[in-house]
């Protein structure tokens, strides 16, 4: 998972060092996160029962369409179907480069009310 705020970070980073940067992937990412842990991290942040209901694929897809939850929904599917092992993410080196690195807990604690509303 990754912040979108951050990825901005990121890329403001590798404007101002083209030389350094050119060609070459950052590998960010903040956490791991899987979505037991999420519903976890939701519940103990927004002091809120939070359940886990398991969909299929197509249902998954159904839901980017709920207000709000676009950026998250996003968020998973690059790291859950594109990078399913991680492809050399690294969170230590994002920590180097985004300091203040916005983690899930974070994400919640600014935007978790907005999500729970649906």
């Known amino acids: 998972m990754i912040y979108a705020h951050d990825i901005g970070i990121a890329c403001l980073e590798a404007f101002k060092h083209p030389d350094q940067w050119l060609d070459k992937d950052m590998r960010i990412i903040s956490e791991w996160r899987t979505p ?16 886990i ?5 197509e249902q998954w897809k159904k839901n980017r369409e709920l207000p709000n939850f676009e950026e ?47």
Not at 86 to 93: L, P, Q, T
């Open 36 to 51: 037991r842990e999420i519903a976890q991290i939701v519940g103990k942040e927004l002091d809120v029962q939070v359940s």
């Open 53 to 57: 209901k398991e969909v299929d694929d």
């Open 72 to 118: 998250l929904w996003l968020n998973m599917e690059l790291f859950y179907v594109t990078y399913p092992h991680g492809n050399g993410r690294d969170i230590e080196f994002t920590k180097k480069i985004i300091p203040g690195l916005v983690m899930f807990s974070d994400y919640v604690k600014m935007h978790g009310k907005d999500l729970l509303s649906q």
